[in-house]
């Protein structure tokens, strides 16, 4: 069965001063995500780029950094006992409960010995380093928590994207509720497993293959523009139909999500974007769940940087971006 792209567009009118008042009309299209059916909006220049981001010099200063190298290793909390360690270790990455828990098992991955890392400077075995040892924190969990059943692996990269921190780091999230989106997801994906005993992602992957709105693989990730989008340069990674559950956290999906995620990045470097959040779901032991990873764009980190989380994301849960998927997935498929 063939997914359907539904798309509906809006117009408004009204005497614009920028064209001496004559009648103007201007187009809004709004789209209907199709697993969820939640909706997101198209509106030209409505994330303001600048030429030229001038970050203060103060995101350089590592001085009394909790996460850099010297400090992690007295200054962050250590796991309880029944983990088996004080801290995780793989490469740069460093693992840790998170002082301020989001739930029963919520867990910080310092990722880079580096304070500051411009975005398009991250490196594959970091991000490999970084999201195994998140991986083994959730597969930790999981042997622990029968009742644990939700994992999402995230980042929040300078400080419009909601870092307190400079340095870069993920938080991992394990319970049994998972996040609302989580939710909304695993509802739908196993409501459409169940009508066609397939994957969904499976299906969009296959569907999407040689459109602007497909990326690439790396290995066995397929990665998309989503037709919805949730946020700007909204770009979506997913081991469809070959690895549901939890990735083997030393296995080829996690190297394949790392990879993908820093040729994003590499993207956004190139665009003039500095500032990105992540997230990555997980489910345990769903066929109808594969791991899901969302990178989208966040607005430019400068000295007179404003906030994108307008209304419509914090109140509405509306998407609304200025370019849409075919544009921005056909031109982030030259960095695959």
């Given at each position: 069965m063939a997914i359907e792209f539904e798309r509906d567009t809006q117009t408004a009118t009204f005497h614009s001063p920028l064209e001496d008042f004559a009648e103007t009309t201007v187009e809004t299209e709004v789209r209907v995500d199709p697993l969820t059916g939640r909706t997101a909006r198209v509106v030209p220049e409505n994330f303001p780029m600048p030429e030229e981001a001038r970050v203060a010099d103060s995101i350089l200063d590592d001085e009394g950094c909790f996460f850099c190298p010297g400090t992690v290793e007295e200054a962050t909390p250590t796991y309880p006992d029944w983990m088996g360690v004080d801290r995780g270790r793989r490469g740069e990455?460093?693992?840790?409960?998170?002082?301020?828990?989001?739930?029963?098992?919520?867990?910080?991955?310092?990722?880079?010995?580096?304070?500051?890392?411009?975005?398009?400077?991250?490196?594959?075995?970091?991000?490999?380093?970084?999201?195994?040892?998140?991986?083994?924190?959730?597969?930790?969990?999981?042997?622990?928590?029968?009742?644990?059943?939700?994992?999402?692996?995230?980042?929040?990269?300078?400080?419009?994207?909601?870092?307190?921190?400079?340095?870069?780091?993920?938080?991992?999230?394990?319970d049994d509720r998972g996040t609302n989106e989580q939710r909304r997801v695993a509802e739908a994906a196993r409501d459409y497993y169940e009508a066609h005993d397939?994957?969904?992602?499976?299906?969009?992957?296959?569907?999407?293959?040689?459109?602007?709105?497909?990326?690439?693989?790396?290995?066995?990730?397929?990665?998309?523009?989503?037709?919805?989008?949730?946020?700007?340069?909204?770009?979506?990674?997913?081991?469809?139909?070959?690895?549901?559950?939890?990735?083997?956290?030393?296995?080829?999906?996690?190297?394949?999500?790392?990879?993908?995620?820093?040729?994003?990045?590499?993207?956004?470097?190139?665009?003039?974007?500095?500032?990105?959040?992540?997230?990555?779901?997980?489910?345990?032991?769903?066929?109808?769940?594969?791991?899901?990873?969302h990178v989208t764009a966040r607005s430019v980190f400068d000295e007179y940087y404003h906030s994108d989380a307008t209304f419509f994301t914090t109140l509405h849960d509306e998407g609304v971006v200025s370019t849409p998927p075919e544009e921005y997935g056909h031109d982030a498929h030259k960095y695959f």
């Open positions: 990455a460093t693992s840790f409960p998170n002082l301020n828990p989001y739930c029963a098992h919520s867990n910080v991955v310092a990722l880079t010995e580096d304070h500051h890392v411009p975005i398009g400077e991250f490196t594959a075995s970091q991000f490999a380093d970084g999201l195994c040892a998140a991986f083994q924190y959730v597969h930790d969990v999981f042997q622990h928590d029968d009742e644990a059943r939700f994992a999402s692996i995230n980042m929040n990269y300078l400080r419009p994207a909601g870092a307190s921190l400079v340095h870069p780091h993920l938080q991992t999230v394990v397939e994957v969904y992602w499976s299906a969009l992957a296959v569907q999407e293959r040689g459109g602007d709105r497909y990326l690439a693989e790396t290995g066995n990730v397929h990665w998309l523009a989503p037709f919805a989008p949730k946020h700007h340069y909204h770009l979506t990674g997913v081991a469809a139909g070959i690895h549901a559950g939890l990735p083997d956290p030393s296995g080829d999906v996690t190297e394949d999500f790392a990879r993908g995620l820093v040729n994003v990045l590499s993207y956004y470097a190139d665009l003039g974007l500095n500032s990105f959040n992540v997230a990555l779901f997980v489910e345990r032991d769903d066929p109808a769940l594969p791991p899901l990873l």
